[in-house]
């Protein structure tokens, strides 16, 4: 049988516990365990046999994420939180969010659906998104991925924006002065309420 999906609870960071990954048949895939107590704490990753195997990390701003799994280290990019996200290193785009799925992660080399993610009910364990990846290596930077894009917006940090492609180069050149800083959701809803 093909390890291609793993389960993570739905509520599972808006307990701010630790909690458990599960493949298909119950087993455990991974432990994630942090403080819980802002965006700003990094998680561990544990394997099924207890060692540490990767760490989820906020920059000091907490508007990206470094997800480290065993010698490789990925970037999470937040451009637009529930709307638009990014990994470096994997190429992938993922457009929605954990609030709406199902969602998928698209490969911007060649446009396929990399990794499906969904609510389903899983064996006794209540709600869980499904995370499916088409290849079993990459099934792990994707369980990172959703626990990334969860800790964003169950805290609704900084976004990075989207860069209007028609702007002027004022707007250009108040974005380079600004790059970094990020964005709060707060700014965000309102661009959003004068945008046409």
């Known amino acids: 049988?093909?390890?291609?999906?793993?389960?993570?609870?739905?509520?599972?960071?808006?307990?701010?516990?630790?909690?458990?990954?599960?493949?298909?048949?119950?087993?455990?895939?991974?432990?994630?365990?942090?403080?819980?107590?802002?965006?700003?704490?990094?998680?561990?990753?544990?394997?099924?046999?207890?060692?540490?195997?990767?760490?989820?990390?906020?920059?000091?701003?907490?508007?990206?994420?470094?997800?480290?799994l065993e010698r490789w280290e990925y970037v999470f990019h937040t451009r637009r939180i529930f709307q638009d996200y990014y990994v470096n290193g994997m190429r992938w785009q993922i457009d929605g969010t954990l609030s709406e799925p199902p969602l998928f992660f698209i490969n911007e080399d060649n446009q396929e659906k990399d990794v499906h993610v969904r609510v389903v009910p899983f064996k006794g364990h209540g709600d869980c998104f499904e995370i499916r990846a088409k290849d079993v290596a990459k099934l792990r930077i994707a369980v990172a991925t959703v626990i990334a894009m969860g800790i964003k917006e169950e805290y609704r940090g900084l976004s990075e924006g989207v860069e209007d492609p028609r702007a002027s180069k004022l707007a250009k050149a108040k974005r380079w002065l600004t790059a970094g800083k990020g964005k709060t959701y707060e700014q965000l809803l309102a661009e959003d309420a004068v945008r046409p």
Do not use: C
Not at 21 to 48: M, N, T
């Open 1 to 68: 049988m093909k390890n291609n999906k793993a389960y993570m609870p739905v509520d599972a960071l808006a307990r701010h516990n630790d909690f458990d990954v599960w493949y298909a048949d119950g087993d455990l895939f991974l432990r994630i365990k942090g403080a819980w107590q802002s965006e700003r704490d990094s998680v561990s990753v544990f394997g099924r046999m207890g060692g540490e195997m990767g760490a989820i990390k906020p920059d000091a701003k907490a508007l990206t994420y470094y997800l480290k």
